[in-house]
């Protein structure tokens, strides 16, 4: 049953007289309380964040001299008490609520200052489940929840960005907030707790293992109001989870525009593919268009990369996200400028390439500290209508995956390294994706048809138009492998990428016709291997 409201109007200016400061994260507490003082403000504040101020030398009450009661259980409790959460939930214009102050001998609390203790840092570092559980903070979402609830007449921060506002609203307001920046401050201070409290279930049910919890919340920190979404008429912003993983939303912009939404979503798909490639084998360069490749390949270096990723399709990579998974070099730097790309993304940069990509004001130039790691656990989230669907990460790579050999002839040592480096890419490409590669480079690829013989022809087309444009003899399918993200429903499929040239194909295998297509493959004379494992991608 609801709670009935009595309907007493709130002020719209309230006086700041008595402060409470109980902070984790002290960045600008003393600055912020200094300032207060000076107005005349009473300072409560508990442990560290008392001895903080007094050690500043400012007159701080402890709040156990308020509440009568000292800081017990190593500190788990000293603010669950009446005299603190009186002071707050009073509505002061209340008489009822009046009396009961007067009774019980409360004064009220205008300003709340907290942060909560580092829950989400000391789950992100593995402690143990005992310091992880430690850091969970009762006291201070109560005073949060309890001062915005009250924002009628309390105002509350747990950000210390907010300090400098709340200064100069107060000076503003005569030394008094405003209703206006009350409401401001209580969403705010709402949307923290319900983070924090995500944060918590979130560990509970990862360290625990619940696949599919009863509840389950996501929360996310604002990094950036984008200008609109994938269109224009669409409003969107960038939130960072938090998540410990290299890629776009905690990538250092160096250079160029902001990032619009299609930029985010398409540059994070060009990172996470080109991710799969570890490093110390090859350099490895994708263009993405459209959260789909466009062209993928390895070489000894990344121009070298660059030229045979970009004659896969020459003319989708117009407008494109280029991302390496090296240090970004001059040479690849210079090829990269060459043509028109929206963004580069890279782990590192070097000094000459930073040169060269800055003649290029509008290009923007992402660097992450490093490779995300493809093996990495996580969730996905996509919304429908009415509800949100889930997942785990896919993580699946076909390095760790035991290949079945189905047909009478084996793959050569060279056709298998194709067919890995095909399986890696198609893992990436809409579904139903058909990858063609040729000596470690993408030759054709067919995404998100909805019949796999199109993806198949539609990646020969492609082939074929890049050959004409070089003036090539026949197309680089040719004596090429094919792999597919999902089984073979009939043979006419992989008779296309027969048609195409390839000589090897790898796919998960489990249709109910699979006979047939082996058979069919047998035929043909070419190789086949099955993963035992899907990458649709929708």
């Not at 009350?182 to 279930?201: C, G």
């Not at 160029?256 to 090859?282: H, M, P």
Request: with cysteine.
């Amino acid at each position: 049953m609801a709670v009935a409201s009595k309907n007493i109007p709130a002020p719209d200016s309230v006086p700041v007289r008595r402060a409470l400061l109980s902070v984790s994260d002290k960045t600008g507490v003393v600055d912020l309380a200094t300032a207060l003082a000076a107005r005349g403000v009473e300072l409560l504040s508990t442990g560290g964040t008392a001895a903080a101020l007094k050690e500043a030398g400012l007159a701080v009450r402890d709040v156990s001299q308020v509440t009568g009661f000292p800081e017990i259980m190593d500190g788990r409790v000293k603010t669950l008490h009446p005299s603190v959460h009186g002071a707050l939930l009073a509505i002061r214009d209340d008489p009822e609520h009046q009396a009961a102050m007067a009774e019980h001998g409360i004064e009220p609390i205008d300003l709340v200052v907290i942060n909560l203790y580092p829950f989400e840092a000391v789950a992100a570092a593995n402690a143990s489940w005992a310091q992880t559980v430690e850091n969970i903070d009762i006291g201070g979402p109560a005073m949060i929840r309890a001062a915005a609830k009250n924002h009628a007449y309390v105002a509350v921060t747990t950000d210390p960005a907010d300090y400098a506002d709340i200064l100069a609203a107060l000076e503003a307001g005569g030394g008094s907030t405003s209703l206006a920046l009350r409401k401001q401050l209580a969403a705010r201070a709402f949307a923290r707790t319900a983070a924090y409290d995500s944060a918590i279930s979130a560990w509970y049910a990862r360290t625990l293992e619940i696949d599919a919890p009863n509840q389950i919340a996501f929360a996310g920190k604002l990094a950036e109001a984008l200008r609109y979404g994938e269109n224009p008429h669409q409003k969107a912003a960038l939130y960072v989870t938090g998540e410990q993983r290299p890629g776009v939303a905690a990538a250092r912009q160096l250079q160029g525009k902001a990032l619009s939404y299609n930029n985010i979503n398409d540059t994070d798909a060009a990172f996470e593919l080109v991710s799969e490639f570890d490093a110390a084998r090859s350099a490895t360069v994708a263009i993405i268009k459209h959260a789909n490749p466009c062209g993928v390949a390895s070489a000894a270096t990344l121009g070298e990369a660059w030229d045979r990723a970009l004659a896969c399709d020459p003319v989708s990579a117009f407008g494109g996200i280029v991302a390496v998974n090296r240090a970004l070099d001059a040479e690849a730097a210079e090829k990269i400028a060459s043509i028109f790309a929206e963004v580069v993304i890279a782990p590192a940069i070097e000094e000459g390439a930073a040169a060269l990509l800055a003649q290029k004001k509008n290009l923007r130039v992402l660097v992450t500290g490093g490779l995300a790691d493809p093996r990495a656990p996580g969730l996905t989230a996509k919304t429908i209508a009415g509800g949100l669907l889930v997942q785990t990460r896919d993580n699946g790579v076909v390095d760790d995956l035991e290949l079945k050999l189905v047909t009478r002839r084996a793959p050569s040592e060279a056709e298998l390294a194709d067919l890995r480096f095909a399986f890696r890419v198609a893992k990436h490409v809409k579904s139903n994706a058909i990858v063609y590669v040729r000596d470690g480079a993408t030759v054709g690829i067919g995404a998100g048809q909805m019949s796999r013989v199109d993806s198949s022809r539609i990646a020969a087309r492609k082939a074929e138009d890049a050959a004409v444009a070089v003036g090539a003899s026949e197309p680089a399918t040719k004596g090429s492998v094919v792999a597919s993200d999902a089984f073979f429903p009939f043979a006419d499929g992989l008779l296309a990428a027969v048609a195409a040239g390839a000589t090897a194909v790898i796919q998960p295998g489990g249709s109910l016709r699979d006979k047939e297509v082996i058979a069919a493959a047998d035929e043909a004379g070419i190789a086949m291997v099955f993963t035992g494992m899907r990458h649709f991608r929708h």
